[in-house]
């Protein structure tokens, strides 16, 4: 028989470490391109409402510390850029960085647990602009993730996200 608990004990503290692995020795150009399409698109609401227009010329360094990720994101007249790597060089002259484990960042994609309680943690951490981070977390705080994704990708992305939690509060 199925036992979800299984999912929670065996399957989800692996996870940091087979995704290290498919970082490492993915294409940088694939895995640029489906990031930078997949923050575009749960972003248009605010790049078409001109909410993002505060990153023109700033850049953000996100580091997923246990995946060895490294992400530069910055915003053009097209949209977000966002440049992955498994380098610190890549994001050394970010004018704010974002930095957590895969858990930590899962937690806030999925919207399970809000910036504020895992800035508060110290679960994420920001150095640099502290302006510009603020700006970053209040974006975060307004996106409704609920709203840019298909029902089976909601329902995939809810159940990761309690796996996820139900894990890391352990």
Do not use: C
């Not at 602009?129 to 307004?142: I, M, P, R």
């Amino acid at each position: 028989m199925f036992d979800i608990n299984w999912i929670t004990h065996k399957v989800v503290p692996g996870l940091p470490r087979g995704l290290k692995h498919a970082v490492r020795y993915a294409p940088r150009f694939p895995l640029n391109r489906s990031l930078q399409s997949a923050l575009n698109y749960i972003l248009a609401p605010q790049i078409e409402q001109q909410e993002l227009d505060f990153m023109f010329g700033r850049s953000v360094a996100v580091i997923v510390q246990d995946l060895d990720l490294h992400l530069r994101i910055e915003r053009n007249e097209s949209g977000l850029v966002v440049e992955a790597n498994t380098t610190p060089l890549s994001v050394q002259n970010a004018d704010v960085t974002l930095t957590g484990d895969f858990f930590a960042f899962s937690l806030l994609i999925t919207q399970q647990v809000d910036p504020d309680t895992l800035f508060f943690r110290r679960r994420l951490r920001m150095t640099g602009d502290t302006e510009l981070g603020l700006h970053v977390k209040n974006l975060l705080d307004t996106v409704e993730l609920h709203t840019r994704l298909p029902s089976l990708t909601q329902s995939w992305v809810k159940s990761f996200g309690e796996k996820v939690q139900a894990y890391s509060t352990q």
